[in-house]
């Protein structure tokens, strides 16, 4: 047997452990000696079950993504769950960690299943443009019902067993944090159920739709093409739930099969394996020291209590860090308070945490408007007004008054960090903590690397960012760093693309259409065409050409700053856009006065300029070594500015569509 699978017999009980590092994936030689484990299991007449364990950190956590590029190999992961579903002894699962996909399979496929109170099952299949492909979309239904199903599988989400939901989808949970209590546990219930020819095969199993489910599979197709927009694995993950109740279980899972293997050879599949990967490539940093070891954070402190201050106290207080709260007045640091309550209410509101939760949350928050109060924290995240010289004399300030070891970090969105490090005497010790809007809730963090910052700082940072549920992306100095940089050149190429004829409502119809989460334009209307508007008025090495962002320009001159104002690229009533006559009007003004041709456009020509500026200003930002390498502009563009994950990020699409 392969040190991989081995198996100890305890008494009549066979103990079948995987120990595959690091999350003990299905890969080709797990497979085999399981399929070897099953063969051995079912000849030798001592032994009258089986459990199936994990060694390491967690259960299976799913089929090895790294094989699906390449030729599948014998044994296929849906044969070797039907061998372990038809074996003619019962096999208990031991469930531990993350028990996902394939793993969340064989679980399923086995005769049992008892999980440690913290495991967390899920099929993740969508987010990697896949379905259940080894009878997921076949068992779950069988175990909890199609509407549970249905909502587990479309939506890719994870589940602790010991939730109040998650408890259906094991037989028993073990309140103990050891791998032998979980061990032993299984053990005793696999010896309760030898003899127990009854034991449940959910593959055996029938299942039907109750009366008031009849219409529910197009419910779900019409629920999630609104939500799940364009993403093809969807449709099909529903098709094969659906195949459940039309066909029987063996005919059902050749066809999932087929489906399955329909979205592993799509474009899309391979966009979002691309995608995974990026996501993990990113948060390794090429030249630093390996050895180097981040340090302790525990306090941080925030200047400034607007709405980005806010949001970062709001994330780093739902990470159990200490949080001290920085801002001119009272006044000002208590309408900060009132807006992170408000974040936390709005939490339980959408079930997520108890209010025994927020208001432990909320008793890690500190107010604060004099910097003493911050002489003891590890780390200081400014977010301040974008005013370069305002944040120097705090930066001034926060040097003299921290402890030597902290670490001050800025949350600017453009302004050049090693200019505001080198008023400090700890240059070493500064760094850029580039937030996203609303910064609880979005997932990307560009970590700014000044000149001078230490491994150390950037270590310790990212591991920072890990603990907050951030993707971090390691990005150097230069206006806009990465995402806002390669951003602006997007937005200046819709506006030109309005100026030589197009609507607003033509763009971001298009752009929505090819998948982005919203319009260019839609953006900056919400965001503000002011803010932009005055940031060119610092922007070093502005283009000298006349046309760049005039519209903005115009615009903001005329009063139209978008949905603040109720007008911008379109009208605005009670929040809710309207295309406008004036604004067009506007556009053709100003396209005449600087003697734009005018032309007609489509849709296809409209994302191919505007994702040919996206990838253009990305290869610039790479060459110069903004970046590391070209997937770390892909994790950027599909965590901070809604690029479609299906798409895999604007590099990866490029090179894929041979751009
Ligand atoms: N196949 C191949 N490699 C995998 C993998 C899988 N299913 N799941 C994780 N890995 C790799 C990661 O790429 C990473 O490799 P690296 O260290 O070389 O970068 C390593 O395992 C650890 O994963 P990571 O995500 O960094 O660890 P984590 O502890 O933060 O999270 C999981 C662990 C299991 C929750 C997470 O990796 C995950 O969600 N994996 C995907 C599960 C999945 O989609 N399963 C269904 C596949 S169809």
Redesign the pocket.
Known sequence: MSALVTVEVDGTIAVISIDNP??N???QPVRQALVDAIGALERDADIEAAVLVCRG??FV????????DKPPVEPFTPDLMLRIGACSKPIVAALH??V????FEAALACHVRVARFNT?V????V??G?I??AGGTQLLPRLVGFEKALDLITS?R?VRVDSGEGRIFVDEVVESLGSEELLEQAIKTARAVVGDTGFRRLSDERVQLAADEETIFDEWRVRMAKKKRGVIAVSKCIQSIENAVKLPFAEAIVEERRLYQECRKSSQSRAMRHA??A???C??VDDIDPDVKPGPVTKVGIVGAGWMGVGIATCLADAGLSVTLLDLSDEMVATGLNRIRHNFEQSVARGRISTDEMEARYGLIHSATDYAKLVDVDVVIEAAVEDLDIKCEIFRTLDRVCKPQTILATNTSYLDIDQIASVTGRADQVVGLHFFSPAHIMKLLEIVRAHKTSDETLVSMIALA?RLGKIPVTVRVCYGFAGNRIYARYGAEAQNLLLEGATPNQVDAAMRDWGMAMGPLQVVDLTGLDIGYKARKHQPNLPDDPTYFALSTAFVEQGRLGQKSDAGFYRYSNGVGYDDEKAVELIRATASELGVPQTRFDNEEICRRLIAAIVDEGRAVQDEGIVQRSSDIDVIWLNGYGFPRYRGGPMWYADDAGI
């Open positions: 690091p999350v994936a299905l890969s950190r967690t956590a799913g089929a090895d993504i790294r094989e699906f960690g993350t996902l996909g394939g793993g967390v899920g099929f993740p299949e987010t990697l896949l259940p492909g890719g994870r995974f990967f996501e993990r490539k948060l390794k890990k």
